[in-house]
T-cell receptor, first 119, second 109 residues
């Protein structure tokens, strides 16, 4: 259980193109979904926290008009990189959170990631 | 001071060795603690949750020390397949996770 899918797994696009990435929790309803970015040999950087039906909360330094997040349901969140530029090339990973009453912990399950290369 | 700190390593150990990683956190109100494993160019995968009483899963043992605000991961009888980056994750009352930078482990023959 607790499978998270992400689509597409990789994208190569021209500068100025908008790219949409989907994140789905396949067998559970996620209380929260998170979007991360990871550059080579660096740690995961949280971009935004997304709750179904409400606006995403963006981390400092992340442009909300650049990285549009839509959280339409408890199982689907999308990230759109608008007018992508080469510096946006990165590994984008989503995670979906499952709250477990036992132990009252919120466990995150990650999607396989999307590699974006902007030429 | 960073919220979650880990020694980036790399820890270079022979097969069969025992290796331990520590992770310190600054927020005393932190509530949940996890170890994740990330292989090169892959997403992080949950290795284990960390409880106050400590927990063990096969060759892996995790401990939490709230007084000193650190968690640890012990790997016994290291295998080549254990080579990866181990991420420490701490969440507070809002359940927003904070990741450490990760500790790189290389197990060699």
């Amino acid at each position: 259980g607790a499978v998270v899918s992400q689509h597409p797994s990789w994208v190569i696009c021209k500068s100025g193109t908008s790219v949409k990435i989907e994140c789905r929790s396949l067998d559970f309803q996620a209380t929260t979904m998170f979007w991360y970015r990871q550059f080579p040999k660096q740690s995961l950087m949280l971009m935004a926290t997304s709750n179904e039906g409400s606006k995403a909360t963006y981390e400092q330094g992340v442009e909300k008009d650049k990285f549009l997040i839509n959280h339409a349901s408890l199982t689907l969140s999308t990230l759109t990189v608008t007018s992508a530029h080469p510096e946006d090339s990165s590994f984008y990973i989503c995670s979906a959170s499952m709250f477990k009453l036992a132990g009252k912990t919120e466990t995150q399950y990650f999607g396989p990631g999307t590699r974006l290369l902007v030429l | 001071r960073k919220e979650v700190e880990q020694d980036p390593g790399p820890f270079n150990v022979p097969e069969g060795a025992t290796v331990a990683f520590n992770c310190t956190y600054s927020n005393s109100a932190s509530q949940s603690f996890f170890w994740y494993r990330q292989d090169c160019r892959k997403e992080p995968k949950l290795l284990m949750s960390v409880y106050s009483s400590g927990n063990e899963d096969g060759r892996f043992t995790a401990q939490l020390n709230r007084a000193s605000q650190y968690i640890s991961l012990l790997i016994r009888d290291s295998k080549l397949s254990d080579s990866a980056t181990y991420l420490c994750v701490v969440t507070g009352g809002s359940y927003i996770p904070t990741f450490g930078r990760g500790t790189s482990l290389i197990v060699h023959p």
